[in-house]
């Protein structure tokens, strides 16, 4: 059992459930799905788990202030804002891009919970971190900073943790999930998610594959950062000589026109799972990886007598922000 200092913020175990009615529509195998999109804090999501690890350390360190990072509509912003309110830090996101006419989804709840809100405009985001860090450090703030998506091996270790949790949740009795699933199928983005479970993967001999469905970057440039992230967070469990390696698979075939943009594969796969199974998805992460995993499905990448368990990894008030409001709705009155 990994015992790292932690603020308990989640609501922990979160629940994994099967897909019944999805499962037998594609005739494939059967689909699990691991709720971290309930994790609690503010509408939930993975980096509800990170941030119970960095908030520790950043409470260790004598921090007042927490300072993150990331796009217009980020997730981990607004679980970070919602964190530092109720541990009663002050918080300053810094943010890619200017300040937009209207403000919703994520930016809505950000400054809902009273996050400083600084764009970065036309610098690059990195040295703008970098400014407000400097500044707030000289002005007496305590600040502390939270990489972006949460992602270094202290906010990460907390998915080695989560894949100890799924194992303990396997073949209980309120659980439909009697074995090790064959595959876990993520969406990766920063990669800490994925790093971690790997991890987690190797600690408890986890026999399966870990498939992460990239949203924004290549192949060749992410599994190189999650093969470094995993050793790191390998080494603060003391975990040693393990082929982490050979457990790290990364598919970006459903990079689309890019970031954050919305196409077919994302609001289809968003309505599909609403439709057979009452389950959010968002536009950006979740909604793409499970696009991508309904893709191999029918591509025949899975064996039907195998068993998926896709990790939901949250994301879900990011439907209702522009465009994707806009897009899903439209979806639907032509649908
Ligand atoms: C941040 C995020 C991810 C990606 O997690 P990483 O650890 O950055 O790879 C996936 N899904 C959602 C909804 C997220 O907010």
Not at 150 to 166: H, R, T
Not at 263 to 284: C, H, N, R, S, Y
Request: proline share 4%.
């Amino acid at each position: 059992m990994i015992k790292l200092p932690k603020i308990n913020i989640a609501h922990l175990p979160t629940v994994v459930e099967l897909l019944p009615r999805l499962s037998s529509k594609l005739n494939g195998p059967k689909i699990f799905i691991k709720r971290d999109d309930q994790t609690g804090l503010a509408f939930g999501g993975n980096k509800a788990r990170k941030l119970e690890y960095l908030l520790a350390d950043a409470k260790a360190h004598g921090a007042r202030t927490l300072i993150t990072t990331g796009a217009i509509q980020s997730n981990h912003c607004r679980q970070t804002a919602a964190a530092a309110a109720k541990f009663g830090f002050k918080c300053i996101l810094v943010v890619t891009g200017k300040e937009p006419q209207n403000i919703s989804g994520n930016l809505l709840l950000d400054n809902l919970f009273r996050a400083e809100i600084v764009w970065s405009d036309l610098t690059d985001r990195d040295s703008m971190l970098d400014f407000v860090f400097k500044k707030t450090w000289k002005e007496g703030q305590r600040p502390y900073l939270i990489p972006y998506g949460g992602s270094n091996e202290i906010g990460a270790v907390s998915f080695a943790a989560a894949f100890e949790e799924l194992k303990s949740q396997i073949n209980q009795v309120d659980n439909s999930l009697i074995q090790d699933p064959d595959w876990i199928v993520l969406a990766t983005s920063s990669g800490g998610t994925q790093a971690g479970l790997v991890v987690g993967a190797a600690l408890t001999g986890y026999k399966g594959k870990i498939l992460g469905i990239s949203v924004d970057k290549k192949q060749s440039e992410l599994i190189p950062e999650i093969i470094s992230l995993a050793n790191k967070i390998g080494s603060v469990i003391h975990l040693n000589n393990q082929n982490l390696e050979a457990l790290i698979e990364v598919n970006d075939q459903y990079l689309g026109e890019g970031y954050g943009i919305a196409g077919k594969l994302e609001i289809e796969t968003i309505t599909t799972f609403a439709q057979e199974e009452g389950v959010l998805l968002d536009p950006v992460y979740t909604g793409r990886a499970a696009g991508g995993m309904l893709d191999l499905i029918n591509q025949g990448k899975f064996d039907k007598n195998e068993t998926i368990l896709f990790w939901h990894t949250g994301g879900t008030p990011v439907m209702f922000a522009e465009p994707y409001r806009e897009i899903l709705s439209k979806y639907l009155r032509t649908a």
